[in-house]
């Protein structure tokens, strides 16, 4: 078990009366979760933009002992997403493609490619299946793959619905948006996501499609064993593409939402294509969740209280949602009692 690290502030809520940040009351339910060996990770609070509160828990990596920082960079999944979805909308505002422009404009032999628009894919509504649950998956995973084994692997897999019937959450939507916009660019996804959202932000600890490494500050991913945490085998990140190949530190996700948020990416339109709000504690909230191996990450943003919160964990033996559901409580200055844990055995 490691010495908690914090870094606390105080926070002046929007209101006409100010409201003070219950920081402490975020110390200790991170003082808890690391006394009981529950998660490891990186939490930062953001407030117009700036930033509130930071702390961190756990290892970047168990064995060595080097310890999670704000430095630390996380795999942050399916938050992936919303830099894709971004990228993908600018596209859309130059006129270099629209959300009825139909997938056999770039993938005729694809099933239903002549029916599924760039909206079907945008929206998880294209009935292709999720290359993550196809058959022994697990196995393939873990060698580098090609683009032409990932559409092969694509079209084996084939749809499990008409396009538009309904909604149905799949990766393979955003690995084929992602191949999609490196066909318009002309470039790899990481020199597009530099050039448009990385380098205008200043995101100097975000990075596409490389693994994680201790020495820089990047974090290995864990399960729960027998009561001691264990090393995952990722993902080759060559598969995961924009549905989730990103690496980056929660500093910087509050950095990207809030940007994104303040229409500093894309249009006002274009940002109600992104951003779908969803109620949380009774609040309306815009964010995504990702997971990914052993890491789980948590990006949400309040539009009334221009507030934002990133989590992200590389070991998990917990309900991360009720993690997230408290933090929120603390940072709308909601009653939150602090959970029961057993202790370490």
């Not at 430095?71 to 505002?93: C, D, N, P």
């Not at 490619?113 to 294209?126: F, P, W, Y």
């Amino acid at each position: 078990m490691k010495k908690i690290l914090f870094c606390g502030f105080f926070f002046i809520a929007i209101s006409l009366k100010a409201q003070e940040f219950q920081t402490k009351k975020i110390d200790s339910l991170f003082f808890l979760l690391d006394k009981h060996d529950k998660v490891m990770g990186s939490l930062s609070i953001y407030h117009k933009g700036k930033s509130v509160y930071q702390t961190s828990i756990g290892y970047t990596d168990v064995d060595k002992k080097i310890e999670n920082s704000g430095h630390t960079k996380y795999r942050i999944g399916s938050v992936s997403k919303l830099f894709t979805a971004t990228i993908l909308m600018q596209l859309i505002e130059e006129g270099k493609l629209s959300l009825e422009t139909k997938l056999s404009q770039f993938y005729p032999g694809l099933p239903n490619a002549d029916q599924i628009t760039i909206q079907h894919l945008q929206q998880h509504k294209s009935g292709i299946f999720d290359i993550i649950r196809s058959p022994n998956f697990e196995e393939w995973m873990l060698e580098k793959r090609s683009k032409d084994e990932l559409l092969s692997k694509i079209k084996e897999i084939g749809v499990t619905f008409s396009p538009g019937e309904k909604r149905s959450y799949s990766n393979t939507n955003y690995i084929l948006l992602t191949f999609i916009i490196e066909d318009i660019e002309s470039q790899d996804f990481a020199d597009i996501l530099k050039k448009r959202i990385l380098k205008p932000l200043k995101l100097k600890n975000t990075y596409y499609g490389k693994k994680t490494y201790p020495e820089n500050f990047g974090a290995s991913s864990y399960k729960k064993e027998n009561g001691d945490w264990k090393k995952i085998p990722g993902i080759h990140m060559s598969i995961p593409k924009g549905a989730g190949g990103i690496v980056s530190t929660p500093e910087d996700l509050n950095k990207f939402i809030y940007s994104l948020m303040e229409g500093k990416l894309v249009s006002e339109n274009s940002l109600a294509t992104i951003a779908n709000r969803e109620t949380e504690e009774g609040e309306d909230i815009v964010g995504h969740a990702g997971g990914m191996d052993g890491f789980k990450s948590f990006l949400i943003y309040h539009p009334e209280k221009n507030m934002s919160l990133a989590l992200s964990l590389n070991g998990v033996d917990y309900r991360s949602m009720d993690i997230v559901r408290g933090i929120l409580k603390v940072m709308l200055n909601k009653k939150y009692d602090l959970p029961q844990l057993e202790p370490v055995k």
